[in-house]
Nanobody, 124 residues
Framework: QVQLVESGGGSVQTGGSLSLSCVASGRSIRIYAMGWFRKAPGKEREFVAGINWTGDDTDYDDSVKGRFTISRDNAKDTVLLQMNNLAPEDTAVYYC?????????????????WGPGTQVTVSS
């Protein structure tokens, strides 16, 4: 079993920054790709960013490219999401998830472990 716990959410104003962390316990995540998803009120959960197991391949939803950066520290079983220039449309619950393999995946069904989520609220 793998437990994922996100932290770092909060409330910021437009243009602000937040850094989310996802720490894994139970079993190491170092050989698995990881992803960040988000769910806004009234919307379905959507892919935000993904990183492969070595950390040298990343991908982002178009809405966050150039503003968000995903990274990982395999020695600490941690995945980070640096979010800059935040906008109200970024308001959502952000989830960390472990992919079933080592390459970046975009569909929820490709992820087998999820954290409980952390709230990010951006005010105008």
């Amino acid at each position: 079993q793998v437990q994922l716990v996100e932290s770092g959410g909060g409330s910021v104003q437009t243009g602000g920054s937040l850094s989310l962390s996802c720490v894994a316990s139970g079993r190491s995540i170092r050989i698995y790709a990881m992803g960040w998803f988000r769910k806004a009120p009234g919307k379905e959960r959507e892919f935000v960013a993904g990183i492969n197991w070595t950390g040298d391949d990343t991908d982002y939803d178009d809405s966050v490219k150039g503003r968000f950066t995903i990274s990982r520290d395999n020695a600490k079983d941690t995945v980070l999401l640096q979010m800059n220039n935040l906008a109200p449309e970024d308001t959502a619950v952000y989830y960390c998830a472990r992919a079933a393999g080592g390459v970046v995946r975009y569909e929820e069904i490709r992820y087998d472990y999820w954290g409980p989520g952390t709230q990010v609220t951006v005010s105008s």
